[in-house]
C-alpha cells in the first residue's frame, strides 16, 4: 500500500494496520458495535495478529461484523480516493451492520410448514497454507479441501459454492484446459468427487457472497509472495 496519508483521518500514513484499526476514526466503528470494542484494549500489533484474532472467535456475529467491518472500510476507502465522495462515519456503520441473508443456513424443504424446526450450524472449519502459483490454483485446492472435508465427514451428497465461474464450469463439464497450469489439482477433484453419490458445484457471484469475498481479499493480500521480475501490476481488488 501507498504512503499516502490516511484519507479518513489525515493524521497518518496509510497501511493496512493503519486503515483496519489504528486510525482513530476506524477506531470509533469497532467501539459503536454493541460489543464496544476498545483497539487500544486488544493486542494486534500487526495485520496477522488481527487474523488470528478473528479465526479464533467463537461469536459467530462477531466474526461476521469483523468481516463486514474491514470490507466497508477498504470499500469507502476506494471510494474515497478514487471517485472523490466524503465520508460520514454513521453513514458507513450502518452499511457495517451484518447482512445475515448471506449466511442464513439452508432449511430441508421436507419440513412441514406447521412443524418446528431448528437449524444446525456445523462448527467444523478447516485452515490451508499453502503455496500457489495462481489464485485459479488457490482457489481450486479450497475445493479439493472441501471435497476431502466432506470425505471424511462421510458425506454422500454436496453442494460447494465458488466465485470462480471458471472453475464451477469446468468441475461440471469434467474439462480443464492444461494451460491454466493447475490440471492436477483439477484432477485430484475429480477422483474425489467418485467417492460421493452426487455432487453439484455453483458459481455464487462475489456481490452475493461479499463475507468470503473479503476474507478472501485479506488472505490474498496478508499471505501474498512473488517471485519474479519485477513490473507494474494491478492492485488487489475485489
Same mark, same amino acid.
Given at each position: 500500500?501507498?504512503?499516502?496519508?490516511?484519507?479518513? $483521518?489525515?493524521?497518518?500514513?496509510?497501511?493496512?494496520?493503519?486503515?483496519?484499526?489504528?486510525?482513530?476514526?476506524?477506531?470509533?466503528?469497532?467501539?459503536?458495535?454493541? @460489543?464496544?470494542?476498545? %483497539?487500544?484494549?486488544?493486542?494486534?500489533?500487526?495485520?496477522?495478529?488481527?487474523?488470528? @484474532?478473528?479465526?479464533?472467535? !467463537?461469536?459467530?456475529?462477531?466474526?461476521?461484523?469483523?468481516?463486514?467491518?474491514?470490507?466497508?472500510?477498504?470499500? @469507502?476507502?476506494?471510494?474515497?480516493?478514487?471517485?472523490?465522495?466524503?465520508?460520514?462515519?454513521?453513514?458507513?456503520?450502518?452499511?457495517?451492520?451484518?447482512?445475515?441473508?448471506?449466511?442464513?443456513?439452508?432449511?430441508? !424443504?421436507?419440513?412441514?410448514?406447521?412443524?418446528?424446526? !431448528?437449524?444446525?450450524?456445523?462448527?467444523?472449519?478447516?485452515?490451508?497454507?499453502?503455496?500457489?502459483?495462481?489464485?485459479?490454483?488457490?482457489?481450486?485446492?479450497?475445493?479439493?479441501?472441501?471435497?476431502?472435508?466432506?470425505?471424511?465427514?462421510?458425506?454422500?451428497?454436496?453442494?460447494?459454492?465458488?466465485?470462480?465461474?471458471?472453475?464451477?464450469?469446468?468441475?461440471?463439464?469434467?474439462?480443464?484446459?492444461?494451460?491454466?497450469?493447475?490440471?492436477? %489439482?483439477?484432477?485430484?477433484?475429480?477422483?474425489?468427487?467418485?467417492?460421493?453419490?452426487?455432487?453439484?458445484?455453483?458459481?455464487?457471484?462475489?456481490?452475493?457472497?461479499?463475507?468470503?469475498?473479503?476474507?478472501?481479499?485479506?488472505?490474498?493480500?496478508?499471505?501474498?509472495?512473488?517471485?519474479? $521480475?519485477?513490473?507494474?501490476?494491478?492492485?488487489?481488488?475485489?
Amino acid at each position: 500500500m501507498d504512503t499516502r496519508d490516511c484519507v479518513f $483521518c489525515h493524521e497518518a500514513s496509510e497501511t493496512i494496520d493503519h486503515l483496519f484499526y489504528q486510525c482513530n476514526f476506524t477506531r470509533a466503528l469497532w467501539f459503536k458495535s454493541r @460489543w464496544g470494542i476498545r %483497539v487500544d484494549c486488544m493486542q494486534w500489533r500487526t495485520i496477522k495478529d488481527f487474523g488470528r @484474532w478473528w479465526t479464533k472467535l !467463537q461469536d459467530r456475529e462477531l466474526q461476521l461484523f469483523a468481516a463486514y467491518l474491514c470490507e466497508k472500510v477498504w470499500w @469507502w476507502r476506494n471510494r474515497v480516493n478514487f471517485v472523490g465522495v466524503s465520508c460520514d462515519l454513521n453513514v458507513i456503520f450502518e452499511e457495517v451492520c451484518p447482512r445475515y441473508g448471506e449466511m442464513e443456513p439452508k432449511l430441508s !424443504q421436507s419440513i412441514q410448514s406447521q412443524s418446528l424446526a !431448528q437449524p444446525c450450524f456445523d462448527s467444523t472449519t478447516s485452515n490451508l497454507t499453502d503455496h500457489v502459483s495462481s489464485v485459479l490454483e488457490g482457489e481450486m485446492l479450497a475445493i479439493l479441501m472441501a471435497l476431502g472435508l466432506a470425505k471424511k465427514r462421510g458425506f454422500l451428497k454436496i453442494l460447494i459454492q465458488t466465485n470462480s465461474k471458471l472453475e464451477a464450469q469446468a468441475l461440471t463439464e469434467g474439462s480443464y484446459p492444461l494451460a491454466w497450469g493447475t490440471y492436477p %489439482v483439477f484432477h485430484a477433484c475429480l477422483k474425489l468427487c467418485e467417492c460421493f453419490e452426487s455432487v453439484k458445484f455453483l458459481h455464487i457471484s462475489r456481490v452475493n457472497n461479499r463475507v468470503a469475498d473479503a476474507l478472501a481479499v485479506w488472505a490474498r493480500c496478508s499471505k501474498a509472495h512473488v517471485e519474479g $521480475c519485477l513490473r507494474d501490476v494491478a492492485p488487489f481488488a475485489s
